[in-house]
């Protein structure tokens, strides 16, 4: 069996060389959005980058969180403000939350960071469903498997009641011989205990892992490989394609108010 070339498989950007055009138009589309609907903006920690743009729906029922990708190191939660046009289009809340970015941060350091988020959002009084896009559906899932009342006696477990992690990465073993881990500083040891694939699956609650259906064969496997994993613990899970998408269009459908994305966080969000 030939030897999986890690670099080639995760380095998004070698695989889709239009992919600056393909961010600048999320910019664009960010602005265009935030200046139609404002967002109410949250601050969730002392970081000028602990901030959380609301988009508020109606008062009923879950809101939606997405979390941002760029393998932990690049981005923030601006560029993808046009992600929460489909689900408000239907009166769902979508809060976007933004993190520090390794090196200054650690891995663990930001998923910390997602928790102390959502405790801000839980004081809205709504349960959440937490999708998110590459490294922020790793991200997700983390949050899916907290266990909520060790953080804060005050929460519910089921605080979160589902996850929806687009291109999501779940072991993030892979990335420790890659350049990717230049700005994360992992190794074996440290990837591992910051891999959901690798924690107590959340019994009784929902994972949705979808995939462009031009991503590489890893990010194949790495969301089956958490459905089938988590699935057999007794998580609800579901593998799904997102057709003739590549790492950075995979999140296109969540502006599309019709798209089969959105319908399917608005039946995860309704219960």
């Not at 601006?78 to 408000?88: I, M, P, Y």
């Not at 997700?140 to 498997?145: E, M, N, P, Q």
């Not at 990717?180 to 929902?206: E, M, Y």
């Not at 089969?260 to 309704?270: D, E, G, T």
Request: aromatic letters at 8%; a neutral charge; one cysteine or more.
């Amino acid at each position: 069996m030939a030897e999986i070339d890690y670099e080639v498989e995760y380095n998004n950007r070698a695989r889709v060389p239009e992919n600056p055009a393909l961010m600048a138009g999320w910019a664009r589309d960010a602005a265009a959005y935030r200046a139609q609907r404002p967002p109410r903006v949250m601050s969730y920690g002392p970081s000028a980058r602990h901030k959380i743009d609301f988009f508020a729906g109606n008062t009923e029922g879950p809101i939606v969180v997405f979390i941002h990708g760029g393998y932990w190191q690049a981005l923030d939660g601006s560029s993808f403000s046009h992600c929460a046009r489909g689900l408000n289009t239907h009166r769902i809340g979508v809060a976007i939350p933004t993190y520090d970015l390794c090196p200054a941060v650690t891995v663990e350091n930001i998923i910390e960071q997602m928790r102390a988020a959502t405790c801000a959002l839980a004081k809205l009084g709504q349960r959440l469903v937490i999708s998110g896009h590459s490294a922020g559906g790793h991200l997700a899932a983390c949050l899916l498997a907290t266990h909520w009342p060790a953080v804060d006696a005050a929460l519910p477990q089921d605080l979160v009641i589902a996850a929806y992690a687009i291109s999501g990465i779940f072991d993030l073993v892979p990335l420790v011989g890659t350049s990717i881990n230049k700005a994360l500083r992992l190794d074996d040891a440290s990837a591992k205990a910051v891999s959901p694939l690798f924690w107590t699956p959340p019994k009784g609650a929902g994972l949705d892992a979808v995939v462009g259906e031009r991503e590489s064969a890893e990010y194949f496997r790495q969301s089956r490989s958490i459905v089938e994993q988590w699935g057999r613990a007794g998580v609800a899970t579901q593998f799904g394609l997102v057709a003739d998408a590549n790492h950075f269009t995979a999140i296109a459908p969540l502006a599309d108010p019709a798209s089969p994305m959105v319908a399917r966080l608005k039946q995860l969000a309704r219960g």
